[in-house]
């Protein structure tokens, strides 16, 4: 898929298929997250894969927005250095695994931010680093329309040269 189309038509997929994410794939989603740019290169951050059925429902437990991360494949947590822009940089990151798991028919969503240190003891994170966020991988459970998004149009958000000059 090109990426503009992937960014695009990419949507927030809650509901998943009882169908694993070929090891080829997850490998493909986590590396364009540590291939994703970061401020003076530090790459401020560490991805926890989770497939273990058990923890993937802990995980959706703890997460009070995100209980269906119990029903996907996988989930990757983010989890980041305390760093001026580690929040800018994990960001980065969990933007351009989604953009490829969806380039891929592989859909997800961002649940939860920061504050999530419930999760810590169950994922053995050092208390040094910060959950960012729980990222849930799966394969749709039904049809999910493709580019039908509610947005602004773009001569409302984007502007030229000045902010009183709207972009068309």
Do not use: C
């Amino acid at each position: 898929m090109e990426v503009f189309e992937a960014v695009r038509t990419v949507l927030a997929v809650r509901e998943f298929q009882d169908k694993p994410v070929p090891p080829e794939s997850l490998r493909r989603i986590i590396d364009a997250g540590r291939l994703a740019g970061s401020s003076m290169n530090k790459q401020p951050w560490h991805f926890i894969v989770v497939q273990n059925r058990d923890s993937l429902r802990q995980l959706g437990a703890v997460a009070k927005t995100g209980p269906y991360i119990a029903q996907a494949a996988l989930a990757i947590v983010v989890v980041i250095q305390r760093t001026p822009f580690s929040v800018s940089d994990g960001s980065r990151a969990i933007q351009s695994m989604m953009l490829t798991a969806w380039s891929e028919r592989v859909g997800s969503n961002w649940v939860g931010f920061m504050g999530l240190t419930e999760i810590k003891p169950l994922l053995a994170i050092p208390d040094d680093l910060d959950v960012l966020a729980i990222i849930p991988f799966g394969y749709p459970a039904k049809p999910v329309g493709q580019g039908v998004k509610s947005r602004k149009p773009l001569s409302d958000v984007a502007h030229l040269e000045r902010f009183d000059e709207p972009f068309q």
